[in-house]
């Protein structure tokens, strides 16, 4: 679906829409949906390593398998237990889905109301580590209209995997969240270059390194959260702002309504700075992540291409 404005806000789901990590009534939240998965999946063993892995840490499903297949010395093929896993995840948390749960964050419904009437000249798209039946569950049980785009860990876990990293805070969703805004498979530029509408998006999220890292490798401004990590403290020379909740931001893109029918950039608009001036040219040898090599285990480490 190609977007019908101007503007995109692309917005984290888990930690930053809605609190999927506080318990349902039933004492049900994704932490304990995943750590369930993992048990069912890999028995007690398994639930060992994953608790020195940190647990799920954010990580977007097929990250998180293949990394407790390597940490396991096992050899299954990734993708196959990755969907067992977000079966076995869903079934968990799909059931609990209601009004009630999982609670909405300050102002996110009065938020996507106003998208939906047209109040805001903008397009929603939802980046997330999570997955579209439980999402899509979660707007249709609050009312509220879905986003125009949709990018979820499904889509990953639908595709052949490429020698390139998929995950936040690589920037593949956005990517592909960029393309569908634009209507189009056909932006051939650098990522990090200003075509296509670039300054014109934002990335709102509660995970500085996830969240934050993939607006800094797209080079676009990061509204962030604080729901989930009060003590991050925003940089705004680095293209990032402090929103206190969506009630703040629904009236920040309220209050400078002519300036987004004038076309503006977020920059101009959030930062009182040009578009060129806040996200400057990268010299060629700058460019992050242009060449992604995997290393054995499923890691990811960047390469320079030789320029020809």
């Known amino acids: 679906m190609s977007g019908t404005h101007q503007y995109l806000v692309a917005i984290d789901f888990d930690g930053t829409s809605a609190a999927t990590f ?71 948390l799909i059931p609990e889905v209601s009004p009630i749960w999982p609670r909405l964050y300050p102002g996110v419904k009065q938020f996507f109301l106003a998208v939906g009437k047209g109040e805001l000249p903008i397009d929603i798209a939802i980046i997330s580590s999570g997955h579209d039946s439980f999402i ?25 995997m490429p020698r390139r990293a998929r ?23 650098r990522y990090v270059g200003r075509a296509h509408g670039k300054s014109n998006m934002i990335y709102i999220g509660d995970d500085e390194k996830k969240d934050g890292g993939l607006a800094e490798q797209a080079r676009i ?10 003590d991050f403290i925003p940089r705004e020379e680095k293209g990032q702002l402090l ?16 300036r987004l029918t004038k076309g503006e950039s977020f920059s101009s608009i959030l ?36 320029k020809k």
Do not use: C
Not at 221 to 230: A, G, H, K, R
Not at 282 to 295: D, F, V
């Open 271 to 306: 930062f009182g700075k040009g578009d060129d001036e806040l996200f400057r040219p990268l010299p060629e040898s700058e460019w992050p992540y242009r060449k992604m090599i995997q290393k054995p285990g499923g890691e990811w480490a960047s390469s320079r291409m030789n």
């Open 22 to 92: 506080e318990d349902s009534s039933n004492g049900m939240n994704v932490h304990v949906a995943s750590n369930k998965a993992i048990a069912e999946i890999f028995g007690s063993e398994g639930v060992h390593v994953y608790e020195k892995l940190g647990g799920l840490m954010n990580r977007d499903p097929g990250e998180l398998i293949t990394i407790m297949l390597k940490t396991m010395g096992l050899s299954s093929e990734p993708k196959d237990i990755t969907e067992l896993y977000i079966q076995k995840k869903l079934s968990y």
């Open 243 to 258: 929103i206190s909740d969506f009630v703040h931001l629904r009236g920040l893109l309220t209050d400078n309504i002519d």
């Open 167 to 189: 995950y936040k805070p690589f920037t593949y969703q956005l990517a592909e969240a960029h393309r569908q805004w634009e209507g189009s498979n056909n932006i051939h530029e």
């Open 221 to 230: 401004p990061f509204l962030f959260v604080p729901f989930t990590n009060p």
């Open 136 to 160: 899509q569950r979660v707007f249709d049980a609050n009312g509220i209209p879905q986003p125009n785009i949709l990018v979820t860990s499904d889509i990953i876990q639908s595709r052949e």
